[in-house]
C-alpha cells in the first residue's frame, strides 16, 4: 500500500510544522542559530520572519513571540546569541488560537530539557533504530518519521525508498532513449 500524504505536509516543507512531531511525543532540538529571514510561503507570499535553525538535523522552526518568549523563560536571556547549543523541547499544542480559530500550533516546553533516553523502535521490522550515515538514532527516527510518516531503521527507510521510486510513472515528457 502506497503511503499517504497529510495535507499539512505540502503548507511548507521548508520549516518544521505539527505533521514534524511525532504524534504524542516532544522533539527535543539544539539551536545552532537565530536570524530574521525572508520566508516564502506556498502562495509565493513573503514575509520577514524570525527563524531558529538546529544544529542536530531538524528543519528550521519559525518562531512566535509565546515561544520566544519561552526560550528567554528557560535560558535566562533575551540574546538569541545565548541561545546557539541550547535544547527546546518542541511539542504539538491543539489549542493554539489564531484569531477566533483554534489551529493548533507547535510550543516550546517552558522546561530545559532532559536528553531522552527511550529505546527508538522500527515500526516495520521491530528492530531497535540506531545511528546511521553519520546521524544520531534520534535523527534518524525524527527523519523517518517526516519523510514516510513512521519510524524507521536505516534498512527499512532504505526499501521503503527504494520500492516508492519503482513505483514512479515514467515522466512522459522525458526524452526516451531510442536503441
Not at 520549516?15 to 522533539?27: F, R, T
Not at 535544547?87 to 510550543?107: H, S
Not at 534518524?140 to 519510524?151: A, F, I, L, M
Request: charged share 30%.
Amino acid at each position: 500500500m502506497a503511503e499517504k500524504t497529510h495535507w499539512k505536509k505540502m503548507t511548507n516543507p521548508n520549516y518544521m510544522g505539527d505533521y514534524s512531531i511525532p504524534e504524542g511525543q516532544d522533539l527535543i532540538a539544539t539551536i545552532d542559530y537565530v536570524r530574521k529571514e525572508k520566508v516564502t510561503g506556498v502562495g509565493g507570499k513573503t514575509e520577514e520572519e524570525v527563524v531558529a535553525h538546529f544544529s542536530d538535523g531538524n528543519k528550521p522552526l519559525i518562531l512566535n513571540k509565546t515561544n520566544m518568549k519561552t526560550i528567554q523563560k528557560i535560558y535566562k536571556t533575551p540574546y538569541i546569541e545565548d541561545w546557539k547549543g541550547r535544547k527546546i523541547q518542541i511539542y504539538y499544542d491543539p489549542t493554539v488560537k489564531f484569531g477566533r480559530d483554534t489551529v493548533g500550533g507547535l510550543r516550546i516546553r517552558p522546561i530545559v530539557p532532559q536528553q531522552q533516553t527511550v529505546s527508538l523502535i522500527c515500526s516495520d521490522c521491530g528492530k531497535q533504530i540506531t545511528a546511521a550515515f553519520g546521524k544520531d538514532a534520534e535523527w534518524v527516527s525524527r527523519y523517518t518519521h517526516q519523510s514516510y510518516g513512521k519510524e524507521l531503521c536505516a534498512e527499512c527507510a532504505q526499501e521503503l525508498k527504494a520500492k516508492q521510486e519503482a513505483c514512479k510513472a515514467p515522466d512522459p515528457f522525458k526524452k526516451q532513449e531510442v536503441k
